[in-house]
T-cell receptor, first 112, second 114 residues
Framework: LAKTTQPISMDSYEGQEVNITCSHN???????ITWYQQFPSQGPRFIIQ???TKVTNEVASLFIPADRKSSTLSLPRVSLSDTAVYYC?????????????FGGGTRVLVKP | NAGVTQTPKFQVLKTGQSMTLQCAQD?????MYWYRQDPGMGLRLIYY???????DKGEVPNGYNVSRLNKREFSLRLESAAPSQTSVYFC?????????????FGQGTRLTVV
């Protein structure tokens, strides 16, 4: 499981775009980049995954540069309900014996 | 589809009591995990089972035991509960290649040890 570094917290306002960058300098060739969202008192929810370039779904976009040493989760036009902790994970699964560990995540607070 | 189901949702134990937290998934996933999350903190892996028939220690296994009963079910046992085990416990499941397909979590069990 590649080591990741992401900001501890970020504040934003409703309607703004939030970008969270995750650094993963030792990402391996087979590794995928996965982001999870956790609301208070709930289990984490898988929101997006990518390998390279850009991925977009109904919740977020994920930008991955060519060297794959970092990635940016973009949340467009956030609302109060986007207040959550966002976790960046990098790995493939089998190579790590399928051990799945989480870092501290980024606590995003959306203000009115 | 229920996804990952944990029981119970809430539990209060006295110090020294034992209990088993149950987890079942209906997605035919090979891998299952148990985490604990203390207030304001991140998730810490207790034990995991990469596939049916195997279990391995995670980051904080002391005081816990697990059983992978079958492909669907993975239980977590506290033999002698301690106040330090007061936490929210999450169970998760995934395919072997969690990096590609993601992991899915239950709603958690809130455990208080008094």
């Amino acid at each position: 499981l590649a080591k990741t570094t992401q900001p501890i917290s970020m504040d934003s306002y409703e309607g703004q775009e939030v970008n969270i960058t995750c650094s993963h300098n030792n990402i391996a060739t087979n590794d995928y980049i996965t982001w999870y969202q956790q609301f208070p008192s709930q289990g984490p929810r898988f929101i997006i995954q990518g390998y390279k370039t850009k991925v977009t779904n109904e919740v977020a976009s994920l930008f991955i540069p060519a060297d794959r040493k970092s990635s940016t989760l973009s949340l467009p036009r956030v609302s109060l309900s986007d207040t959550a902790v966002y976790y960046c994970l990098v790995g493939e699964g089998e190579a790590a014996g399928n051990k799945l560990t989480f870092g501290g995540g980024t606590r995003v607070l959306v203000k009115p | 589809n229920a996804g990952v189901t944990q029981t119970p949702k809430f539990q209060v134990l006295k110090t020294g009591q034992s209990m088993t937290l149950q987890c079942a998934q209906d997605m035919n996933h090979n891998s299952m995990y148990w985490y604990r999350q203390d207030p304001g903190m991140g998730l810490r892996l207790i034990y995991y089972s990469a596939s049916e028939g195997t279990t391995d220690k995670g980051e904080v296994p002391n005081g816990y035991n697990v059983s992978r009963l079958n492909k669907r079910e993975f239980s977590l046992r506290l033999e002698s509960a301690a106040p330090s085990q007061t936490s929210v416990y999450f169970c998760a499941s995934s395919e072997i290649y969690w990096g590609r397909w993601g992991a899915f979590f239950g709603q958690g069990t809130r455990l208080t040890v008094v």
